[in-house]
């Protein structure tokens, strides 16, 4: 292909038309496909891990894995599911959607936008080759603790560390275009209390991640040069506190779980009024209740420390502001269930997962509620009950919002409808693997099996045998997700440009498929009825 | 539309300083936190500054309480390190010397960072400290063992519920400080 470099040759090779379509694009709709083909291979990377995860744990004692490689294991499972899943996957959904949703023709900044999305692959290639290097992966946990990180880190820490660095780049960048896309490229009419949740949701955690992801940046740095350049921020030694370490990374942590959740809430709102055939109900209370979570979730970094030895006024403080969340969180709850309230609902696959994302995430709530309390937390603290709270507010939380609003929107990205009878036969082994697999978790840690250890005491078995069948299924359950998707890209039944019929906003008057470029005159908001009814 | 581009631009401009801005704040938490925790008191960090011995005699009360001495050795540090005494019942405000002893097990000069840390954390800053090897990094040369003192007073604002403190010293290596200079410092006579 030499002849080809330094000339334009208008018919290119099919290889060199793909790798510039794909590497240069800046259409935002090629851009959220990317995303999310992305999110989908790490979520069975980090998925192979977890079932790794609980093949050790299928029995107690030793079986397959070294301490080190289940350590390791942990570690990874857990980055890439936060990082490389449930991250990259709403921001492809936000991609494919704020645009069309909004009436305008693409983000306000693409190339940026190309940017942020091909950083990403560079990160996870740094934190994953760190499995094949000498002293293996980081083993530290996600939360990546110093001294455990900093003095007693293996060497590969730092590709972790520019790993991590690298995401936050890309977060913050794809985080800025949001905020921009949405402040500027709304159609006319459309003000900021009539647009659609999912833009709320996304506004507001646009917002959380480029206050908090720098902040995950210092801390990561300055454990880079705790370990290189003879600074001691988290060093005992030198004067610093390793306490300090679990400060900072708290106060990025806390908002980082909420990042991981309020584009789910948002999803369950455009879904459930759809086929609920209702408008949704209590929209501004819902805008409110999004805003003051995500302030709270500022002030209450604590409650991961109430066993580090915080003085009683302290942990005081963090437990009555984490109880205050409760509120909000539940006025959400309670206008779902409103929404639902005598509509006409029908239950096709994107609503089953949403009211499996609502009833499940409202269970892991509860168990977040006591774990908020901080002398029932002593006895909590790192066992198996946060492993089984932070799964059902993550798995049939976020991962279920990501698949409801892939079974809701895909229909109008590819043209065609997906599979009903597979859709539904995924989500009720989905929803039964998941608490297979995550609610024993609550008895084992309620009864002292502590996290991120590979062999635990026999009282424990039965209940982790229980789960390991749970996650092998739920493993399975996921390859019928592709099988579904790839199925629906490659052909079907053809869909209608409303494609449910309860279905309002912009993105159900585009024809399905959407067309590559779309709105390049914004459109009449809000759309007329019989926008609604052409082809 | 050129007037949109620069609503853009400036949406563009504050967001990234928002950014940057909060980059700065996660490196602002560092001496914040060394503030706040010796403003309080809190996390069991007493003051590094030598405490002058007041010019006025310091108030000696009737009260009595109890201090205890611990001693950690942090991994990597070749040092036999333990209090003399690992307790003394102490008058309010009265003025106690005690003293821990150190040996350096090793083949080599070693340089040792004591850090110290009060129990219960709101006693920390009732603990004054006039004199005490935690001020500065201590060298011994190979076996070379020392008598290492603290010479102290409890401040009679310490609350009355508490009757028992305990004053911890962590001892870390310090290796990439110069060996030299630091000799200077731990030997001042």
């Known amino acids: 292909m030499a002849e080809i470099a330094g000339h334009t040759i208008p018919n290119r090779s099919p290889l060199m038309a793909f790798l510039e379509r794909w590497f240069l694009t800046t259409n935002h709709k090629e851009i959220g496909s990317l995303y999310l083909w992305l999110s989908f291979v790490l979520f069975f990377i980090g998925g192979a891990m977890a079932m790794l995860i609980r093949v050790e744990l299928f029995q107690p004692g030793l079986q397959y894995l070294e301490p080190l490689f289940y350590n390791q294991m942990v570690t990874m499972h857990g980055l890439i599911m936060v990082f490389g899943v449930v991250m990259p996957g709403f921001v492809g959904l936000a991609n494919w959607q704020i645009p069309m949703m909004i009436g305008a023709p693409d983000m306000a900044l693409p190339r940026l936008n190309n940017f942020s999305f091909w950083i990403l692959p560079f990160a996870f290639t740094l934190l994953t080759s760190s499995l094949f290097m000498e002293g293996g992966a980081p083993n530290f946990g996600w939360t990546f603790y110093a001294p455990l990180s900093t003095t007693y880190g293996p060497p590969s820490t730092d590709f972790f560390i520019l790993g991590v660095h690298l995401m936050g780049v890309s977060s913050i960048l794809g985080a800025i275009n949001i905020i921009v896309t949405i402040f500027n490229m709304r159609t006319e009419g459309m003000t900021l209390m009539k647009m659609p949740l999912f833009v709320w949701t996304w506004l507001i955690t646009a917002f959380l991640l480029v206050m908090v992801m720098p902040v995950l940046a210092g801390a990561v740095t300055m454990m880079l040069t705790d370990r290189h350049f003879g600074t001691s921020f988290f060093e005992a030694a030198g004067g610093g506190d390793p306490l300090l370490f679990q400060h900072v990374f708290w106060f990025f942590g806390h908002p980082e779980v909420y990042i991981l959740i309020l584009p789910g809430f948002g999803i369950a709102s455009q879904i459930i009024p759809t086929f609920a055939r209702k408008k949704l109900f209590g929209y501004t209370s819902m805008v409110y209740a999004t805003a003051s979570i995500a302030i709270l979730s500022f002030v209450v970094w604590g409650h991961h420390m109430f066993a580090a030895g915080l003085p009683l006024a302290a942990e005081l403080f963090f437990m009555y502001c984490t109880m205050l969340i409760a509120v909000p969180t539940g006025v959400k709850v309670f206008n779902w269930v409103a929404t639902m309230w005598r509509g006409s609902m029908t239950f096709e696959t994107p609503m089953l997962f949403a009211l499996g994302f609502v009833i499940l995430f409202t269970i892991g709530g509860f168990s977040g509620l006591m774990l908020a309390l901080v002398p029932a937390d002593f006895q909590y603290h790192d066992t198996f009950f946060v492993v089984a709270h932070f799964h059902y507010v993550l798995y049939p939380g976020a991962i279920f919002g990501i698949m409801s609003a892939v079974y809701y929107w895909l229909p109008k990205w590819c043209g065609n409808m997906y599979d009903e009878r597979l859709g539904k036969i995924h989500f009720w082994t989905a929803i039964i693997a998941v608490n297979m697999t995550f609610f024993p978790m609550h008895f084992i840690g309620l009864a002292g099996m502590p996290r991120r250890i590979v062999d635990y005491s026999i009282q424990f078995a039965d209940f982790n045998m229980v789960s390991s069948i749970g996650a092998a299924l739920l493993g399975l359950t996921q390859v019928l997700f592709l099988y579904i998707v790839i199925k629906a890209i490659r052909g079907g039944e053809k869909a209608t440009p409303q494609v449910w019929e309860g279905a309002e906003g912009l993105e159900w008057t585009l024809p399905s498929p959407a067309p590559l470029h779309t709105f390049e005159a914004p459109p009449q908001f809000p759309a007329p009825q019989e926008a609604y009814k052409h082809e | ?189």
């Open chain 2, 1 to 189: 539309m050129s007037e949109s581009r620069n609503k853009q631009r400036k949406h563009l401009v504050l967001l990234s300083t928002l950014a940057l801005g909060m980059l700065g704040f996660s490196f602002a938490l560092v001496p914040l936190y060394e503030v706040f925790c010796e403003v309080t008191g809190i996390n069991g960090k007493t003051s590094n500054a030598v405490v002058v011995k007041p010019t006025t005699v310091i108030q000696e009360s009737e009260r009595e309480v109890t201090i205890q001495f611990l001693a950690q050795v942090a991994r990597g540090m070749p040092w036999e390190f333990r209090p003399t005494e690992h307790q003394l019942r102490v008058r309010v405000g009265e003025v106690n010397l005690t003293s821990y002893y150190a040996r350096n097990r090793s083949a080599q000069g070693v340089t040792g960072q004591a850090v110290p840390s009060v129990s219960p954390g709101n006693a920390a800053r009732y603990l004054r400290k006039i004199e005490c090897f935690c001020f500065t990094e201590q060298y011994l040369e190979a076996g070379e063992a020392q008598q290492m003192s603290v010479r102290f007073y409890i401040d009679e604002e310490l609350p009355e519920e508490i009757n028992t403190l305990s004053l911890s010293y962590s001892l870390f290596n310090a290796p990439e400080l110069e060996a030299s200079s630091l000799a200077l410092a731990s030997h001042p006579q």
